[in-house]
């Protein structure tokens, strides 16, 4: 039953600044151009089984030269990505409330999903677990962050930095905010106090250099 309708949009964050300690799941649409364009019969099954064994970059490049070559492929593209979040969405009674983020093939829930096939080549698979989340309005940033429990292995993904520009900060500012959401997930007011002592540090110029470098796309 469709209890939200924001399966029609291809881009969705929810209103708000913060998520701590809250598990945060996302279900990404595998392989996603090439299995909707086979869903709906406009490429042959021995294009999308090559196109299935290559990887990512020449799929999308070769998807791609298509869309320009037949603006018709494109239209089907944005159509089968609203039908294929349209079912997920129906089979799973998601309301408004359960979506924190929709990234085009990727839905951000805050609770899990029961199903995740659909027709015959249409698979949501889980791709990751993360246990808190923030943005920083101004900039358009996303963050999404998350520690394994037993392995204690981090991981933070950032939204609207850009791929080139991730690696710059790794060992800086990036590095930082993984050790500062981490101890806002464990106490808050430590965390506070880590961010009052940055930021006396950072105006008095005594971290790395490499933290002042510029925190966005450009």
């Known amino acids: 039953?469709?209890?939200?309708?924001?399966?029609?949009?291809?881009?969705?964050?929810?209103?708000?600044?913060?998520?701590?300690?809250?598990?945060?799941?996302?279900?990404?649409?595998?392989?996603?151009?090439?299995?909707?364009?086979?869903?709906?019969?406009?490429?042959?099954?021995?294009?999308?089984?090559?196109?299935y064994n290559a990887n990512k970059n020449k799929r999308e490049v070769?998807?791609?030269?298509?869309?320009?070559?037949?603006?018709r492929i494109g239209e089907a593209l944005e159509a089968?990505?609203?039908?294929?979040?349209?079912?997920?969405?129906?089979?799973?009674?998601?309301?408004d409330n359960d979506v924190l983020s929709i990234k085009k093939d990727a839905i951000f829930l805050l609770r899990p999903a029961n199903y995740t096939h659909f027709l015959s080549r249409l698979d949501f698979v889980q791709k990751n677990l993360y246990t808190s989340f923030y943005r920083i309005p101004?900039?358009?940033?996303?963050f999404y962050y998350s520690r394994h429990p037993v392995t204690h292995e981090e991981k933070l993904d950032v939204k609207g930095l850009g791929k080139l520009q991730i690696p710059l900060h790794e060992q800086y500012m990036l590095e930082f905010l993984s050790v500062l959401f981490f101890i806002a997930e464990t106490d808050i007011l430590d965390a506070l106090d880590t961010i009052t002592r940055f930021i006396e540090l950072y105006k008095r110029r005594e971290v790395d250099l490499g933290l002042y470098r510029t925190f966005d796309p450009n």
């Not at 399966?7 to 708000?16: E, G, H, N, P, V």
């Not at 070769?62 to 603006?71: A, E, L, N, V």
């Not at 089968?80 to 309301?95: H, L, P, T, W």
């Not at 101004?138 to 996303?142: G, P, V, Y």
Request: charged residues 30%; negative net charge; aromatic residues 12%.
């Open 138 to 142: 101004a900039s358009r940033l996303e």
């Open 1 to 51: 039953m469709i209890r939200s309708n924001l399966y029609q949009r291809s881009s969705y964050l929810l209103d708000i600044d913060f998520l701590i300690n809250n598990t945060i799941y996302e279900y990404d649409l595998s392989k996603a151009n090439i299995s909707i364009l086979r869903e709906s019969n406009i490429i042959s099954e021995d294009f999308y089984c090559k196109m």
């Open 62 to 71: 070769t998807i791609g030269k298509m869309i320009r070559k037949d603006k």
């Open 80 to 95: 089968g990505f609203i039908q294929a979040r349209q079912m997920f969405f129906d089979a799973n009674d998601v309301e």
